[in-house]
C-alpha cells in the first residue's frame, strides 16, 4: 500500500497516518478509508434501532418544537453531537473552517497567530501562541481560556469557536481571557495581520555551539532545519560542538516533519510507530543512515505547551540515546488524528490511534519527563500548572495515566531555560556516545 502524505491540522496542537492521516501536532487531510474490509465490517453492523430511535427523536424536534426548526441546522447539531462525548481532538469541520484549516497549515493566513482547542463548555483554551504573532505581542500565555470573541459567549453545541478570530489585516478583534492567578475575567483587543509562521529560527549560543527554535511542523520545516544546520555548521568552521533544540510551545503539524529531523540525527533506529483499530492506522518509521551532526551532542528543550509531533522527535532522540530532555514535563498528546473530507466541502476531525516512541511507550496523557527539571523564573508563577492532555475533558485514556505522579509540567518563557539548556549540552553525558542506544 502506497503511503501518502498531505497537510497537517494545527489548530488545537499532534502524528501522521499512511495514506489517511497525519497528526504529529495533528492529521493530515486524507480520504476515508471506506473501501477497506475493516470499513465494510462496520457498515453492516449499522444499529437499526439506534438509527430508527434517532429518525423518532429527530421528526419530533421537527412537529413539536416551540419554533420552526432549519433541517440544515438540526442535522449539524446531530453530527457535532456524535463528536461531542470522544476525545476532544474529534470536530466537526465546516467548509469555511476546513478550508481555515488546511491554509494555517501551510503557514501563512489571516488572523491573530494562536494554536486552540476547544473544550466541552464551549471555550477555547490556548495551546501556545506562535512565535512573532499579535497573539505573542499582546500577551496571550498557554492555558489562557478564551471564553468570548467580541463579547459573544461560546456555547457548548456551536462546534469549532475559533473561525472569528479569521480576518482581513488590520482589523481588530477582543478576546475575554480567563487566567489562573488572575481574580476576574480580563478582555484583549489584538489587530489581525496576515500569519506568516517561519517555523525554524536559529543562532549561535557561543562558539560551536548552536540553537535551533522549532515553532511547529510545517511542510518545509524539516527542509529548514537542515539548511539553518548546515548554516550554524558553517559559521561553526564545519563542525558543531554542540545543538539545543528547542521545541517550547511547540503544539505540533505534520508528523512526517518531526521524522524527518530525527532522521537527520540518528544513524539507526526506530522513530515512532502508530496503531489503531484499523490496520490503516498502523505505521512505522525509523532512521536512515547519515547523523547531520556527526554524533556532536543534543539537548532538546520543552515545556507543558509542547505536544504531539513534538513529543515524538523528543521522544524518538532520548529513547535512542541521541539527545537529552531539558525543561518540563510535556503536554502529552499521544494520539492521532485523521482528517476525512465529506462530499460537501466538510470535514470530520477524528481520533485514529495512538503514537508510541521507540521504547514502545505511548505517553498519551502523560507526557515526557524530562532528564534534567526546569521551573518559571518567578517561583510564583504557575498559571498553566495542570495544563496537561490530562487535564482535557473527556480524553482519551493513556496507557500509564493512572500511574503515580504530577502529569503536568510548566511553560517556561524567557532566554533563561536556553541558558540551562546549554549548561547541561556542556556536560560530558549530553554525549550520545556516553549514553547506550535504548532497547529496540
Known sequence: MSLRYLIPLVLATAVALPAHAQEGGEPAQAEAPIDSPDAETAEAKVPLDEIRRYVS???AVKQAYVEPVDDRKLM????RGLLFD???????LDKIDADSFEEQSRGAYDGVG???????????RVISPIDETPAARAGIKAGDVITAIDGKPFKPDEGDNSGPLRGPPGSKVTLTIVREGRDKPFDLTIQRETIRIASVRSKMLEPGYGYIRVSAFQADTAA??????????????????????DLRSNPGGLLTSAVQIADDLLESGKIVSTRGRIAISDAEFAATPGDRLNGAPVVVLVDAGSASASEVLAGALRDNGRARIVGSRTFGKGSVQTVLPLDNGDSVKLTTARYYTPS???????GISPDVVLHPAKADDKSVRNFSEASLPGHLHGDEEDQPGENAGDVLD?????????VELKKPVASAASKPPAKQ
Open 224 to 245: 529548514d532545519f537542515e539548511s539553518k544546520l548546515d548554516a550554524l555548521k558553517a559559521q561553526a568552521g564545519g563542525k558543531l560542538r554542540g545543538l539545543v533544540i
Open 86 to 92: 470522544l476525545d476532544p481532538h474529534s470536530v466537526y
Open 360 to 366: 514502545g511507550k505511548s505517553i498519551q496523557a502523560l
Open 76 to 79: 449539524h447539531s446531530a453530527i
Open 414 to 422: 524567557g532566554d533563561a531555560p536556553i541558558a540551562s539548556a546549554l
Open 57 to 59: 427523536v429527530y421528526n
Open 114 to 124: 494562536v494554536e486552540l482547542m476547544r473544550q466541552p463548555d464551549g471555550s477555547l
